[in-house]
T-cell receptor, first 118, second 115 residues
Protein backbone atom coordinates (compact mmCIF):
# COMPACT_ATOMS: atom_id res chain seq x y z
CA UNK A 1 0.00 0.00 0.00
CA UNK A 2 0.91 3.66 -0.12
CA UNK A 3 3.49 4.85 2.33
CA UNK A 4 3.91 8.18 4.08
CA UNK A 5 4.14 11.00 1.59
CA UNK A 6 5.58 14.46 2.09
CA UNK A 7 5.57 17.62 0.03
CA UNK A 8 7.43 19.46 -1.24
CA UNK A 9 10.47 17.22 -1.56
CA UNK A 10 12.72 20.26 -1.64
CA UNK A 11 12.14 23.82 -0.48
CA UNK A 12 14.50 26.75 -0.78
CA UNK A 13 13.46 29.88 1.05
CA UNK A 14 14.94 33.19 2.07
CA UNK A 15 15.74 33.93 5.66
CA UNK A 16 12.74 35.50 7.38
CA UNK A 17 10.09 33.88 5.18
CA UNK A 18 7.46 31.43 6.46
CA UNK A 19 7.28 27.87 5.10
CA UNK A 20 4.71 25.09 5.28
CA UNK A 21 5.59 21.43 4.99
CA UNK A 22 2.93 18.79 4.41
CA UNK A 23 2.66 15.16 5.50
CA UNK A 24 0.14 12.52 4.41
CA UNK A 25 0.34 9.52 6.76
CA UNK A 26 -0.41 5.92 5.92
CA UNK A 27 -4.17 5.42 5.79
CA UNK A 28 -5.48 4.16 9.13
CA UNK A 29 -2.46 5.28 11.14
CA UNK A 30 -3.69 7.37 14.04
CA UNK A 31 -0.29 8.50 15.31
CA UNK A 32 1.81 11.03 13.39
CA UNK A 33 5.28 12.34 14.21
CA UNK A 34 7.58 15.05 12.90
CA UNK A 35 11.36 14.78 13.16
CA UNK A 36 14.20 16.69 11.59
CA UNK A 37 17.54 15.40 10.41
CA UNK A 38 20.53 17.71 10.28
CA UNK A 39 24.26 17.17 10.04
CA UNK A 40 25.04 18.63 13.39
CA UNK A 41 22.15 17.34 15.46
CA UNK A 42 21.27 14.01 13.88
CA UNK A 43 17.62 12.93 14.07
CA UNK A 44 15.53 14.97 16.50
CA UNK A 45 11.92 14.65 17.52
CA UNK A 46 9.75 17.72 17.00
CA UNK A 47 6.07 16.97 17.65
CA UNK A 48 3.66 14.06 17.88
CA UNK A 49 -0.11 13.65 17.36
CA UNK A 50 -2.27 10.72 18.46
CA UNK A 51 -5.95 10.67 17.60
CA UNK A 52 -7.82 13.52 19.26
CA UNK A 53 -5.37 13.90 22.13
CA UNK A 54 -3.44 17.11 22.65
CA UNK A 55 -0.19 16.96 20.65
CA UNK A 56 3.16 16.46 22.36
CA UNK A 57 5.07 19.59 21.37
CA UNK A 58 8.02 18.98 23.66
CA UNK A 59 10.55 18.76 20.81
CA UNK A 60 9.74 22.00 19.03
CA UNK A 61 12.92 24.10 19.17
CA UNK A 62 11.23 27.51 19.33
CA UNK A 63 7.86 29.22 19.12
CA UNK A 64 8.52 29.83 15.42
CA UNK A 65 7.62 26.17 14.87
CA UNK A 66 4.05 24.93 14.94
CA UNK A 67 2.10 22.03 13.52
CA UNK A 68 -1.48 21.01 13.07
CA UNK A 69 -3.25 17.88 12.01
CA UNK A 70 -6.58 18.26 10.29
CA UNK A 71 -9.26 15.58 10.47
CA UNK A 72 -6.87 13.13 12.09
CA UNK A 73 -4.98 12.66 8.84
CA UNK A 74 -2.90 15.25 6.98
CA UNK A 75 -0.45 17.33 8.99
CA UNK A 76 1.25 20.64 8.25
CA UNK A 77 4.45 21.82 9.92
CA UNK A 78 4.87 25.60 9.77
CA UNK A 79 8.10 27.45 10.39
CA UNK A 80 7.75 31.20 10.72
CA UNK A 81 10.53 33.71 10.10
CA UNK A 82 12.93 30.99 8.97
CA UNK A 83 16.56 31.12 10.05
CA UNK A 84 19.60 29.48 8.48
CA UNK A 85 19.82 27.03 11.36
CA UNK A 86 16.39 25.69 10.32
CA UNK A 87 18.01 24.15 7.23
CA UNK A 88 17.52 20.39 7.57
CA UNK A 89 15.52 17.46 6.26
CA UNK A 90 12.11 17.38 7.91
CA UNK A 91 10.77 13.85 8.28
CA UNK A 92 7.24 12.72 8.97
CA UNK A 93 6.35 9.29 10.33
CA UNK A 94 3.12 7.52 11.19
CA UNK A 95 2.15 4.46 13.16
CA UNK A 96 -0.76 2.41 14.33
CA UNK A 97 -1.68 2.67 17.97
CA UNK A 98 -2.02 -0.17 20.47
CA UNK A 99 -5.34 0.51 22.12
CA UNK A 100 -4.83 -2.33 24.59
CA UNK A 101 -1.99 -0.56 26.39
CA UNK A 102 -1.89 2.87 24.80
CA UNK A 103 1.43 2.46 23.03
CA UNK A 104 2.49 2.90 19.42
CA UNK A 105 3.52 0.28 16.96
CA UNK A 106 6.62 0.86 14.86
CA UNK A 107 6.88 4.12 12.97
CA UNK A 108 7.05 4.34 9.18
CA UNK A 109 8.87 7.28 7.69
CA UNK A 110 8.26 9.41 4.63
CA UNK A 111 10.95 10.59 2.20
CA UNK A 112 11.34 13.96 3.91
CA UNK A 113 11.36 17.60 2.84
CA UNK A 114 14.80 19.12 2.40
CA UNK A 115 14.59 22.73 3.59
CA UNK A 116 17.32 25.17 2.66
CA UNK A 117 17.23 28.66 4.14
CA UNK A 118 19.43 31.14 2.26
CA UNK B 1 15.95 11.70 29.55
CA UNK B 2 17.00 8.73 27.52
CA UNK B 3 19.91 8.77 25.09
CA UNK B 4 21.41 6.40 22.52
CA UNK B 5 25.09 5.98 21.68
CA UNK B 6 26.45 4.50 18.50
CA UNK B 7 30.18 4.44 18.90
CA UNK B 8 31.14 3.61 15.33
CA UNK B 9 30.65 6.59 13.03
CA UNK B 10 31.93 4.95 9.86
CA UNK B 11 32.60 1.26 9.25
CA UNK B 12 34.24 -0.02 6.08
CA UNK B 13 34.01 -3.72 5.26
CA UNK B 14 34.70 -5.98 2.33
CA UNK B 15 31.88 -8.08 0.93
CA UNK B 16 31.28 -11.33 2.86
CA UNK B 17 32.75 -9.88 6.06
CA UNK B 18 30.74 -10.11 9.24
CA UNK B 19 29.14 -7.00 10.69
CA UNK B 20 28.44 -5.89 14.22
CA UNK B 21 27.31 -2.33 14.95
CA UNK B 22 27.20 -1.23 18.54
CA UNK B 23 24.26 0.50 20.20
CA UNK B 24 23.97 1.42 23.87
CA UNK B 25 21.15 3.30 25.48
CA UNK B 26 20.76 5.06 28.78
CA UNK B 27 17.41 4.61 30.48
CA UNK B 28 16.66 2.89 33.74
CA UNK B 29 13.34 1.30 32.83
CA UNK B 30 11.86 -0.95 30.19
CA UNK B 31 12.49 0.05 26.60
CA UNK B 32 11.41 -0.67 23.06
CA UNK B 33 14.36 -0.80 20.68
CA UNK B 34 14.68 -0.33 16.94
CA UNK B 35 17.19 -0.35 14.13
CA UNK B 36 16.45 1.75 11.08
CA UNK B 37 18.42 1.88 7.83
CA UNK B 38 18.74 4.70 5.32
CA UNK B 39 20.06 3.61 1.92
CA UNK B 40 21.60 6.34 -0.24
CA UNK B 41 18.86 8.61 -1.55
CA UNK B 42 16.13 6.69 0.22
CA UNK B 43 14.03 7.23 3.32
CA UNK B 44 14.39 5.59 6.71
CA UNK B 45 13.22 1.99 6.77
CA UNK B 46 12.68 -0.26 9.77
CA UNK B 47 15.16 -3.15 9.90
CA UNK B 48 13.99 -4.78 13.11
CA UNK B 49 12.42 -4.07 16.46
CA UNK B 50 12.37 -5.40 20.01
CA UNK B 51 9.34 -4.91 22.23
CA UNK B 52 9.53 -7.90 24.60
CA UNK B 53 10.21 -11.63 24.67
CA UNK B 54 13.13 -13.33 22.94
CA UNK B 55 16.07 -10.91 23.15
CA UNK B 56 17.43 -12.14 19.83
CA UNK B 57 15.36 -10.57 17.09
CA UNK B 58 15.59 -11.17 13.39
CA UNK B 59 14.84 -8.53 10.82
CA UNK B 60 14.80 -8.10 7.10
CA UNK B 61 17.70 -8.80 4.74
CA UNK B 62 19.45 -11.22 7.10
CA UNK B 63 20.00 -8.74 9.94
CA UNK B 64 19.57 -9.63 13.58
CA UNK B 65 20.06 -7.84 16.89
CA UNK B 66 20.47 -8.97 20.46
CA UNK B 67 19.07 -7.10 23.43
CA UNK B 68 21.31 -7.47 26.48
CA UNK B 69 19.54 -5.75 29.34
CA UNK B 70 22.48 -5.90 31.74
CA UNK B 71 24.66 -4.08 29.24
CA UNK B 72 21.98 -1.67 28.01
CA UNK B 73 22.91 -2.78 24.51
CA UNK B 74 21.14 -3.67 21.29
CA UNK B 75 23.87 -4.51 18.79
CA UNK B 76 23.09 -5.16 15.15
CA UNK B 77 24.69 -8.11 13.37
CA UNK B 78 24.88 -9.69 9.96
CA UNK B 79 27.08 -12.72 9.24
CA UNK B 80 28.00 -11.75 5.66
CA UNK B 81 27.52 -8.26 4.25
CA UNK B 82 26.83 -7.39 0.65
CA UNK B 83 27.62 -4.26 -1.34
CA UNK B 84 23.89 -3.47 -1.23
CA UNK B 85 24.12 -3.11 2.56
CA UNK B 86 25.98 0.17 2.09
CA UNK B 87 23.82 2.60 4.03
CA UNK B 88 23.52 4.52 7.28
CA UNK B 89 22.17 2.62 10.26
CA UNK B 90 20.36 4.22 13.18
CA UNK B 91 19.58 2.71 16.54
CA UNK B 92 16.57 4.16 18.39
CA UNK B 93 14.70 3.72 21.65
CA UNK B 94 11.26 4.46 23.08
CA UNK B 95 10.86 4.01 26.85
CA UNK B 96 7.91 1.84 27.79
CA UNK B 97 5.17 3.34 29.89
CA UNK B 98 6.87 6.70 30.23
CA UNK B 99 4.11 8.60 28.48
CA UNK B 100 6.30 9.67 25.59
CA UNK B 101 6.31 7.87 22.30
CA UNK B 102 8.85 9.61 20.16
CA UNK B 103 11.94 7.79 18.95
CA UNK B 104 15.27 8.88 20.40
CA UNK B 105 17.94 8.13 17.82
CA UNK B 106 21.66 7.57 17.95
CA UNK B 107 23.88 9.62 15.67
CA UNK B 108 24.03 6.81 13.13
CA UNK B 109 26.75 4.56 11.73
CA UNK B 110 27.66 4.81 8.09
CA UNK B 111 28.51 1.42 6.59
CA UNK B 112 30.51 1.22 3.38
CA UNK B 113 30.85 -2.23 1.82
CA UNK B 114 33.63 -2.63 -0.73
CA UNK B 115 32.95 -5.13 -3.56
Amino acid sequence: GAGVSQSPSNKVTEKGKDVELRCDPISGHTALYWYRQSLGQGLEFLIYFQGNSAPDKSGLPSDRFSAERTGGSVSTLTIQRTQQEDSAVYLCASSLWREIDGRPYEQYFGPGTRLTVT
Amino acid sequence: AQSVSQHNHHVILSEAASLELGCNYSYGGTVNLFWYVQYPGQHLQLLLKYFSGDPLVKGIKGFEAEFIKSKFSFNLRKPSVQWSDTAEYFCAVIPSGAGSYQLTFGKGTKLSVIP
